[in-house]
Each structure stands twice: as structure tokens, then as C-alpha cells.
């Protein structure tokens, strides 16, 4: 049995799969230690142990600070909050007395926690932008992304450790890192354990594929309401959803709108159905004036995985999280990327013939509508959906990084799971 604390900055794909990944150790009989940033609680499954440290909300500081660019903006937000919580953070790891550090990439705390109290750390990659091929994309554009913000990351770590108190001792490599996506997605010919290059977010070091990890919240009774009504629906489904696309980034706000608008537009028949994952106000003013004949159904929080299965189709931004929820269910996505990894997850799913990749300014209903129509009735669709559902369901994410983290630190599980519940075999 291992002691391990878990954390990840307050990001929800960050947060998402860590979380399960956590119960799936907590589920095998290790001590764990979930570290939870949000300013709102973020749900756990019950039994699982966690620790509040609270801190501002890094979406909403995005374009607060900085320049203007983007990727700036976020990396200084992200530092900001290093910086506030790493008092708190160092106390509660050192009450816990942990063997290992599991953290999400995007928090360059590990190394300098994991010197200060003498242990590992590994990271878990919430979304797997540095395998993705990228051969279809202007090189010069995604290899100068790709460049820029792996060394303002860097800057970055290093400003971290020159700025945080007792942290000569800093570790400079993770013992391991896990990857929440199968080697297919990612197109790697190693299979399940490789070694990430020194061109990454976090330098080189050895990696595991442990297929995607999902939260399945047990449903409310206005999720189970909400998912009687979609059943009894005859006609085509949609769900439609932009995630953290729209928190706290109001220069968004009007490309939402528009492309609220033309998602609705481009199927406003009375044999189909919206639901959206949105603010209300931003859907009424959406679909304002619109005659509507779609069945239009509306939500702030969407419990996504528990009624993903019941949809035709997905319009999304094209956050991996979403991404390997749709191919779990074998549902095609239209994407709209926004910022950071979502281009790349967006070509990679219309790469594998699962999803289309549209701009989020330059298109209109009647191409929706014929990207739609394509994805619903090839066939060649159908089968590539198939077997990229078959692939992901070979991978138990909590499961495969559980034996992971076990074969890394020799701390075999207390209980020991069924037979035929393991999916997949790692060497480190």
C-alpha cells in the first residue's frame, strides 16, 4: 500500500480525469490525498480524501494580466497561482508523509514538493497535444506554438524555483509520467510505454498511455428526468457544449453566440433536438428573435458522460476530455477549437475520420449542416467510430494507471481487482 497526494491546478480537464485516477487507486487499497484548488468544491466520489486550498479561479485571471497574448496571459496566471498556494501545499503534503507526488502537468510545483519532503513525483498528462501528428497543420505555425510555449514553460519553472523558499533541492526529472489516451489516438507505434522527448512542457522521461479516465457522477433526479426526456425524443439528438471555453473569457462570448446560432440554424426542424451546456443568458440571447422549431433544451452544468450515449452528434470545442468522452460513446464531433491543445484534438478526430474541424468564425449552417449529414450517414464513419471506441475501451484509465503507479513505487494493490477487469499491461 502506497501514500500518494494528488493534485492539478483549478482546471476542469486537468482536474476531471486526476480525480479518477485518484479513486482508482483510493479503490485498490492506497492511502490518497486529493488536493482540491477550486474555490467551489469539486465533486469526489464519496470516500475519496481531499483537502481544500482555495484559490482564485486561473480562467477568469486570463486576460487580467499581461500583454494580450493568450498563451502569456495564462502562463503568468498559472504562475500566480503557484506562488499563492505553495505555503499551503508543502504543509499538507508533509502532514500526509507521501511515498509519491501524482500531478498534473500544468502544475510545476511537483519537483520542488517532491525535494523538499524526499520523495517521487510523476506527472499525468490531462491531454496528449505533445503526441498528436501534426504533419497537416502549417508547420511553421504549430512548431512555432509548439516552441513558444514550451520555453515561456520553462521560464516559467525556473522563475518558481528562483522565487519559492527551500527549493535547492528541486528534482529535475518525474519518476514516470501517464497519459490519458491510448497509443492509437496519439498514432504512437511504441505501443503502451515510451519515452516523451526533450522538446515537451516537462523534458524526458518515460511514459505510459493509460487510455482516458472518466468521472461517473451518480445521476441526480434531474439527470435521470433529463435523460428520460431525451430517450423519449424520436428524431435526431445533439448535445452542444463549449466547456471552459466560456469561463471568464468575454472576448469569447461573441463567437459563442454566433456559432450557437448557426449549430441551431443548421438543423431547426422539428425532429431534432438541442441540449446545450450553457448559461442561460448567453443561450436566450443566442437563439433571440429565432423562430425555432428544434426542441431546445438548456443547462448550466451537463452531467456529460452519464448521457453522452444518448446523442447523434456532438458540437464541442474540441477539449480532449469531451474528445474521449465522444469516442467511449461512438459519437462523431463537429469541433470548434479555441486555444491551446484544442486544433490539434480537433484535426486528430477528423484524422481518424470521427469528427470534422471547423473555424469558429468562418463557417455557416448549410456547412454544418453538410458535415452533419456526412457524419451521421457514412459508413466509413460508422466503422472508424467503431473501432476507435473498441480502442478505447481495451484501456481502463484508473485501472491501467493504478498498476502503473504500483509498478513504480513496488506497492502492490490491498485488493486485489476481479479477474478479467485488467485491460492492459504496462512495463515501465
Known amino acids: 500500500m502506497a501514500r500518494i497526494v494528488c493534485a492539478a491546478p483549478p482546471l476542469f480537464g486537468h482536474m476531471t480525469p486526476l480525480v479518477a485516477l485518484s479513486e482508482g487507486l483510493r479503490a485498490r487499497g492506497h492511502e490518497v490525498l486529493v488536493i482540491d484548488y477550486f474555490s467551489q468544491p469539486f465533486w469526489m466520489p464519496a470516500g475519496l480524501r481531499r483537502v481544500a486550498v482555495p484559490s482564485f479561479n486561473i480562467e477568469h485571471a486570463i486576460g487580467k494580466v499581461a500583454d494580450g497574448s493568450l498563451v502569456t496571459e495564462a502562463l503568468q496566471a498559472l504562475q500566480q497561482f503557484c506562488l499563492a498556494v505553495h505555503a499551503d501545499t508543502l504543509r499538507h503534503c508533509r502532514e500526509f508523509v507521501p511515498d509519491l507526488l501524482l500531478f498534473d502537468q500544468l502544475l510545476p510545483l511537483a519537483p520542488m514538493l517532491a525535494g523538499a519532503l524526499g520523495c517521487r513525483f510523476a506527472y499525468t498528462i490531462s491531454s496528449p497535444l505533445e503526441f498528436l501528428p501534426k504533419c497537416e497543420l502549417p508547420s511553421c505555425v504549430s512548431l512555432g506554438m509548439t516552441g513558444a510555449f514550451n520555453a515561456l514553460f520553462a521560464d516559467l519553472c525556473a522563475g518558481l524555483a528562483n522565487s519559492l523558499p527551500g527549493c535547492a533541492g528541486a528534482q529535475a526529472t518525474p519518476a514516470h509520467y501517464l497519459c490519458f489516451a491510448t497509443p492509437a489516438f496519439c498514432a504512437d507505434d511504441q505501443g503502451a510505454a515510451g519515452v516523451i522527448g526533450g522538446s515537451g512542457t516537462t523534458g524526458t522521461g518515460p511514459v505510459s498511455f493509460i487510455g482516458p479516465a472518466f468521472v461517473r457522477r451518480e445521476p441526480s433526479t434531474d439527470d435521470m428526468e433529463l435523460a428520460a426526456r431525451i430517450a423519449r425524443f424520436k428524431g435526431k439528438k445533439f448535445f452542444v457544449s463549449l466547456g471552459s471555453v466560456l469561463a471568464g473569457m468575454e ?54 458522460f452519464y448521457l453522452m450515449a444518448q446523442f447523434d452528434l456532438v458540437f464541442a470545442h474540441g477539449g480532449y476530455n469531451t474528445a474521449a468522452e465522444c469516442l467511449a460513446c461512438g459519437v462523431p464531433m463537429i469541433a470548434f477549437p479555441f486555444v491551446f491543445d484544442q486544433t490539434w484534438v480537433a484535426q486528430r478526430l477528423q484524422q481518424l475520420g470521427v469528427g470534422a474541424r471547423v473555424s469558429r468564425v468562418r463557417h455557416t449552417p448549410a456547412m454544418l449542416r453538410a458535415l452533419a449529414d456526412r457524419l451521421l450517414t457514412d459508413p466509413d464513419v460508422r466503422a472508424a467510430l467503431a473501432a476507435m471506441q473498441r480502442d478505447v475501451r481495451r484501456f481502463d484509465g484508473p485501472t491501467c494507471g493504478a498498476q502503473v503507479i ?23
Open 251 to 304: 472576448h469569447n462570448r461573441a463567437v459563442a453566440l454566433r456559432i450557437f446560432r448557426n449549430i441551431v440554424l443548421s438543423h431547426n426542424e422539428p425532429d431534432c433536438l438541442f441540449l446545450f451546456s450553457a448559461p442561460p443568458d448567453l443561450l436566450s440571447e443566442a437563439l433571440a428573435d429565432l423562430p425555432l422549431q428544434a426542441t431546445i433544451l438548456g443547462s448550466p452544468f451537463v452531467n456529460q
Open 406 to 428: 504500483e509498478a513504480l513505487l513496488g506497492a502492490p494493490p490491498r485488493i486485489v481487482p476481479m479477474a478479467g477487469q485488467l485491460t492492459a499491461q504496462y512495463k515501465l
